[in-house]
């Protein structure tokens, strides 16, 4: 959604590497581009000025002109300003000390409360919390069956007394609830309201009715980040007729400019909650301002990547595959290798995942036209071998790699990549597990394989000294014997032994003649 943005800014930041000062002429060129930037991502106009004009102030003060490096201050800069319009804080749900916690949704028709709904049910539901949701829109057809087909789906009940498609009264099902969530023993209750193709008094005085009637711990405006400046007037309409305490950004995986998700914040004062970023049930998380900020400045977003692997991967698993990497557990096969790789794929899709990484963004285009059909073709080709293949890819020879080739739909050469690359990936995962950097590349401080010191000479191996104490004291006492003696002749013979004849030994030797004149 921020793509445009973040290009404009990244090339704005890109003029001022390599100087040592800013001058003013420089300050006020960058505070235009990220003028210019913010405008052509539609946020709104209050808020530029007052972005631009704390960038600019900040930028001609001490921490830019003292800094060994100008350029990177005033990027920490937009940094910290965009964190502030984008509510500053994370700000999470408050929940009520005695009874069920209400939360009311509302919004405009067509914004996705009634799947968010069911998004924030799920959420609270993994944070160890009871919800249950209540079909209190009453209008759009067949919202209330929408609501329980999604209910089912995340296994969370539904509170529908009434069928909806304009018959109900939803002021009396939103009361009704209270009494049905405390008599199941529901902790949260989730009320979806009706929703209208625009702001006018009749939707104003129903969601106020409603709101009278539970009185909502919590009040979530639900809106469309893909409809722009729109989004922000609707906003304050609502905060008007009838207050909210957060907003919920839906839509955020869209292709719109994203310019209302800068400004809701800033303009109503209310912080952003919750943003829905994708179709899935479990796309849905707290909104992190400092973390949005890093994506559009691309500077990644690993918390949250850390955050869903966490939640996504099993534990065990990733210790197994881990041991045999390391050579403890047995050889890392291609069961370990697709195992990782369904694991992976719990995080959502490969392109959100890799966008999550700093500096990602001038890989846009590839990761955009990455095709995830990919995995299903290496996931078919891993399954269409025997067990005996997938434990020693080894046999794999040219008779079977033409079998598996026609087993998965797939050309044999496909077969030959997918079997080198294993063995070159298993490879440099090896290398890294045990600490020895990148296989063929020189040693990387931090990475390569530690130095041994240098060793002291090693000694000659010691005496054997026997282990029965009265052994070991008559080996003492000869050994003392020994060395008072050769300390009594240290260059003739021990005493008691007999005196060699060397004209004896001289002539068991054969030397030559006249050498025994040597001896003499």
Do not use: C
Not at 92 to 111: E, H
Not at 335 to 344: H, I, R, T, Y
Not at 363 to 386: G, H, K, P, V, Y
């Amino acid at each position: 959604m921020f793509a445009t943005l973040s290009d404009r800014l990244a090339d704005t930041f890109k003029n001022l590497r390599g100087k040592g000062r800013l001058s003013e002429a420089d300050i006020d060129a960058t505070a235009r581009e990220i003028r210019i930037a913010l405008l052509e991502a539609d946020v709104a106009l209050p808020v530029v000025k007052e972005f631009v004009g704390a960038v600019k102030e900040r930028a001609r003060g001490e921490e830019v002109s003292q800094a060994l490096n100008p350029a990177q201050q005033v990027v920490k800069i937009v940094n910290e300003e965009l964190v502030t319009i984008l509510g500053g804080e994370t700000r999470r749900l408050r929940y009520a000390k005695t009874g069920p916690t209400v939360i009311m949704l509302a919004g405009l028709q067509g914004a996705g409360k009634t799947t968010l709904a069911a998004k924030l049910a799920l959420w609270l539901k993994e944070q160890g919390r009871t919800p249950l949701l209540v079909a209190a829109d009453l209008q759009r057809p067949n919202a209330v069956n929408q609501l329980q087909v999604n209910g089912e789906r995340v296994g969370v009940p539904v509170f529908a007394p009434e069928p909806g498609n304009g018959v109900g009264d939803p002021v009396a099902v939103a009361r009704q609830s209270l009494e049905e969530a405390r008599r199941t023993l529901h902790d949260t209750v989730i009320v979806d309201t009706a929703g209208r193709l625009g702001v006018d008094a009749e939707m104003m005085k129903q969601a106020a009715d409603i709101r009278d009637a539970v009185q909502p711990d919590e009040i979530l405006f639900v809106v469309d980040a893909m409809i722009g400046q729109d989004a922000v007037t609707t906003a304050q309409a609502f905060l008007d007729g009838v207050g909210y305490d957060g907003v919920v950004l839906t839509k955020l995986d869209g292709d719109a400019r994203g310019g209302a998700a800068l400004s809701i914040a800033s303009i109503t004062g209310k912080p952003v909650m919750f943003a829905s970023n994708g179709e899935k049930l479990t796309d849905f998380d707290l909104f992190h301002p400092d973390r949005m900020a890093s994506r559009i400045l691309d500077m990644g977003d690993v918390m949250t990547l850390i955050e869903q692997a966490e939640k996504a991967f099993d534990s065990e698993q990733a210790a197994k595959a881990a041991a045999k990497l390391t050579g403890q557990g047995g050889e890392f096969t291609l069961d370990d290798f697709l195992e990782q790789m369904q694991q992976v794929r719990k995080l959502g899709s490969m392109s959100k995942i890799m966008g999550m990484l700093p500096g990602m963004g001038q890989f846009r285009d590839q990761l955009e036209n990455f095709d995830e059909r990919e995995i299903d073709r290496i996931q078919a080709i891993i399954q269409s071998m025997t067990p005996a293949e997938r434990a020693n890819p080894k046999l794999i020879d040219g008779s079977r790699r033409a079998r598996i080739a026609r087993g998965s739909g797939r050309q044999v050469s496909d077969v030959n990549q997918l079997v080198d690359r294993f063995f070159e990936a298993r490879k440099m995962m090896m290398s890294f597990a045990q600490g020895g950097g990148i296989p063929g590349m020189p040693g990387i401080p931090g990475t390569g394989k530690r130095g041994k010191a240098k060793q002291a000479p090693k000694k000659g191996k010691g005496k054997r000294v026997s282990g029965n104490p009265a052994k070991a004291a008559q080996q003492a006492a000869a050994d003392k014997e020994r060395a008072d003696a050769a300390k009594a002749n240290p260059f003739g013979k021990p005493a008691g032994e007999e005196e060699l004849d060397y004209e004896k030994a001289a002539a068991q030797l054969n030397l030559p003649k006249d050498f025994s004149k040597f001896l003499k």
